[in-house]
């Protein structure tokens, strides 16, 4: 079963300190890596999409990269209106009707103090 | 800028009662989903729909149907509410990949339906 794994799952920072939320998945073949921001109560909201390895993709504080294998979201000098949940969303398979289903993961709820 | 409207943020409904729940699309998508999200279980894919009047179930469908009469509107209904039916709903839309194989296009969400049922 094609799966999505989010590291870590929760992550606390100061404002400033720069890290990586990491998205790795065991699907084969490459047709999309999405990434979404939540705030609680919220639904998400897109961010990036990311089709092939190497490619790169920024906004604001937040660049994601992706490999085969993997995706991570940098987040640069981070400020408390960063906290919210990423999640991360691989297409899970063409259906009989030819559409596709997104493969969620569990999302990393990141953290931001002043 | 894509817009998803939800017909209400907030609902508190009676065990047994059937619900209606309501999402509309301005982005003449072709594709439109419905989610339910729960703690400690993320995402799940109720049902999704590529036409109107098409329909495919996703992971979770027992306990719901669904309707797509118009192209920008997708209707989630719980024929007899339950308690363990108490969840956030997300309706979701996205275009079409034709091509079998091909890159996907992403999903755009709408502000979601906290659903409480009694």
């Known amino acids: 079963e094609d799966q999505v794994t989010q590291s870590p799952e929760a992550l606390r920072l100061q404002e400033g300190e720069s890290s990586s939320l990491n998205c790795s998945y065991t699907?084969?073949?490459?047709?999309?890596l999405f990434w979404y921001r939540q705030d609680p109560g919220k639904g998400p909201e897109f961010l990036f999409t990311?089709?092939?390895a190497g490619e790169e993709k920024e906004k604001e504080r937040l660049k994601a990269t992706l490999t085969k294998k993997e995706s991570f979201l940098h987040i640069t000098a981070p400020k408390p209106e960063d906290s919210a949940t990423y999640l991360c969303?691989?297409?899970?398979?063409?259906?009989?009707?030819?559409?596709?289903?997104?493969?969620f993961g569990k999302g990393t709820k990141l953290t931001v103090n002043p | 800028d894509v817009k998803v409207t939800q017909s209400s943020r907030y609902l508190v409904k009676r065990t047994g009662e059937k619900v209606f729940l309501e999402c509309v699309q301005d982005m003449d998508h072709e594709n439109m989903f419905w989610y339910r999200q729960d703690p400690g279980l993320g995402l799940r894919l109720i049902y999704f729909?590529?036409?109107?009047?098409?329909?495919e179930k996703g992971d979770i469908p027992e306990g719901y149907s669904v309707s797509r009469e118009k192209k920008e509107r997708f209707s989630l209904i719980l024929e007899s509410a339950s308690t363990n039916q108490t969840s956030m709903y997300l309706c979701?839309?996205?275009?079409?990949?034709?091509?079998?194989?091909?890159?996907?296009?992403?999903?755009?969400f709408g502000p979601g339906t906290r659903l409480t049922v009694l």
């Open positions: 969303a691989h297409p899970g398979g063409i259906t009989q009707g030819g559409s596709e289903k997104l493969v």
């Open positions: 990311l089709y092939s």
């Open positions: 979701a839309s996205s275009f079409l990949s034709y091509l079998s194989g091909s890159s996907v296009n992403e999903q755009f």
């Open positions: 729909s590529y036409d109107v009047k098409m329909k």
């Open positions: 699907v084969s073949g490459l047709r999309g």
